[in-house]
Antibody, heavy 121, light 110 residues
Framework: QVQLVQSGAEVKKPGASVKVSCKAS????????INWVRQAPGQGLEWMGW????????DYAQKFQGRVTMTTATSTSTVYMELGSLGSDDTAVYYC??????????????WGQGTTVIVSS | QSVLTQPPSASGTPGQRVTISCSGS????????VYWYQQLPGTAPKLLIY???QRPSGVPDRFSGSKSGTSASLAISGLRSEDEADYYC???????????FGGGTKLTVL
């Protein structure tokens, strides 16, 4: 079965960076892209960007451009999301979500369990 | 502020039918498919409806989706206590070139 397992919770100081991992299993890693979505406490969902696990091409939400980097490690079927210049408003649960595709239209399908990132001095 | 607009809350009694609305614009719902996600307390979102009205395998047929113009709705019939969750609509936005979500609707089963 398709499974995405994310790295554990992080506590970071303002101005620091955080790198969250998302390890995929149960499917051919390079066949699907991965989205990153975050959820601030008590808030809704916010799409951060997408990476192709086949080419490594990325598509970042304008809000995060220049501050986010998404990468893949094909040998370990792992996707990484690094967010820099952290502020308190980056405190959130960060989710990876694999594309599901129907007739060449893809959308966030299977989600990881989430990684809590707390930014605090 | 979320790009898609949902009511913050909805409620119903067991066995009832409830609907949750999602309003967008021509750049998102008006020109692309709508998706619905269910988020049970303390868990990750789960895909509930894709391509406006399709259910992934394993999702009960009590859940149905529809779309008209720049609005969409999720209907839940035969409401059950385990349906108590937050529900989010989503769509690709051509103007923003990204996925946009509604603010979420908290469903309470009375």
């Amino acid at each position: 079965q398709v499974q995405l397992v994310q790295s554990g919770a992080e506590v970071k100081k303002p101005g620091a960076s955080v790198k969250v991992s998302c390890k995929a299993s149960g499917y051919t890693f390079t066949s699907y892209g991965i989205n990153w979505v975050r959820q601030a406490p008590g808030q809704g969902l916010e799409w951060m960007g997408w990476i192709s696990a086949y080419t490594g091409n990325t598509d970042y939400a304008q809000k995060f451009q220049g501050r986010v980097t998404m990468t893949t490690a094909t040998s370990t079927s792992t996707v990484y999301m690094e967010l820099g210049s952290l502020g308190s408003d980056d405190t959130a649960v960060y989710y990876c979500a694999r594309d599901d595709c129907t007739n060449h239209i893809c959308y966030p399908g299977v989600w990881g369990q989430g990684t809590t990132v707390i930014v605090s001095s | 502020q979320s790009v898609l607009t949902q009511p913050p809350s909805a409620s119903g009694t067991p066995g009832q039918r409830v609907t949750i609305s999602c309003s967008g614009s021509s750049s998102n719902i008006g020109s692309n498919f709508v998706y619905w996600y269910q988020q049970l307390p303390g868990t990750a979102p789960k895909l509930l409806i894709y391509r406006n009205n399709q259910r992934p395998s394993g999702v009960p047929d009590r859940f149905s989706g529809s779309k008209s113009g720049t609005s969409a709705s999720l209907a839940i019939s035969g409401l059950r206590s385990e349906d108590e969750a937050d529900y989010y609509c989503a769509a690709w936005d051509d103007r923003l070139s990204g996925w946009v979500f509604g603010g979420g609707t908290k469903l309470t089963v009375l």
